[in-house]
């Protein structure tokens, strides 16, 4: 039992139990911040596995931006609580079966081969100490897949304009 | 400090999550919440990317998160706008009241 495996252990059941959180809870801003605390978590994973750009990608775009942008809503909305709608009394039966079922296919196939899996990953810290690894992230980044990245960067545009003319009103329209 | 921890460890908590992200879409009725499970099976799926970026020593698992994430920020913006659009129409943000299609 090192501490790597104890720091992994504890994050990961931070990140379940706020997944769980997420699916049980009744109000909509308990909900978004569970999840932020999962991101959190899955942040710290990124960390353990030697890719710190992506970690503060993760704290900057997803906890900062997205989950503003939906508690923002929230507030907005006021769906807070929304009025308990009737349910059909079979859907979350078969829901969680059909979950089951998913994971199951899921383990199976990601662990019919664990020979190759189960292999030791290398030390993480020997990358996270140096900057080299965020040198060739950017080198390529910027080189290889510069094409892709201003691609992204339209995408963006396209979504910026798409959603200024979704929530325009129309001329004369009241509310 | 050479310990580490196996990629099976990191492909388990990926997939766990992912289940459960599945689950959400399917038992919650609220859409804001089911677009949040939405975004916890993305992040699963990144998780897994880098987990296997750092198993192969690759980089290009950890550009393709990069793209991920990027894809997932233009996807939360218009699908909140399109939830105040009906919210704005139906003073109800909820899945069953968006049957206009139903015959």
Request: glycine residues 6%; positive net charge; hydrophobic residues 65%.
């Amino acid at each position: 039992m090192n501490l790597t495996l104890i720091l992994f252990i504890v994050l990961a059941v931070v990140a379940v139990a706020a997944a769980i959180g997420l699916l049980v809870s009744r109000n909509t801003v308990y909900a978004a911040l569970f999840l932020v605390l999962n991101y959190a978590s899955v942040a710290v994973f990124y960390l353990l596995l030697g890719a710190p750009f992506i970690a503060l990608v993760q704290v900057t775009v997803y906890a900062g931006a997205i989950m503003v942008l939906f508690l923002f809503v929230i507030m907005l909305l006021g769906a807070e609580k929304l009025p308990k709608a009737k349910v059909l009394p079979w859907q979350r039966p078969v829901a969680i079966g059909l979950a089951v079922l998913l994971l199951a296919e899921a383990v199976f196939l990601l662990f019919r081969r664990l020979t190759t899996i189960s292999t030791p990953l290398a030390n993480p810290a020997a990358s996270v100490n140096s900057t080299e690894a965020l040198r060739t992230l950017g080198m390529a980044l910027f080189n290889q897949y510069l094409l892709p990245f201003e691609v992204t960067s339209i995408l963006l545009l396209v979504a910026m304009v798409g959603v200024i003319v979704l929530t325009k009103k129309e001329k004369g329209e009241q509310g | 400090m050479a310990d580490t921890i196996p990629l099976s460890y990191y492909l388990a908590i990926s997939v766990v999550l992912f289940t459960m992200g599945a689950l959400g879409v399917l038992i919650r009725r609220n859409p804001l919440i089911v677009f949040m499970s939405v975004e916890l099976m993305l992040n699963s799926a990144n998780l897994a990317f880098v987990a296997f970026a750092r198993s192969f020593n690759a980089l290009t698992g950890q550009i393709f998160v990069f793209f991920v994430m990027t894809v997932a920020a233009a996807e939360v913006a218009v699908g909140l706008a399109l939830i105040v659009i009906i919210f704005r129409n139906k003073h109800s943000i909820d899945v069953d009241l968006m049957n206009n299609l139903k015959g």
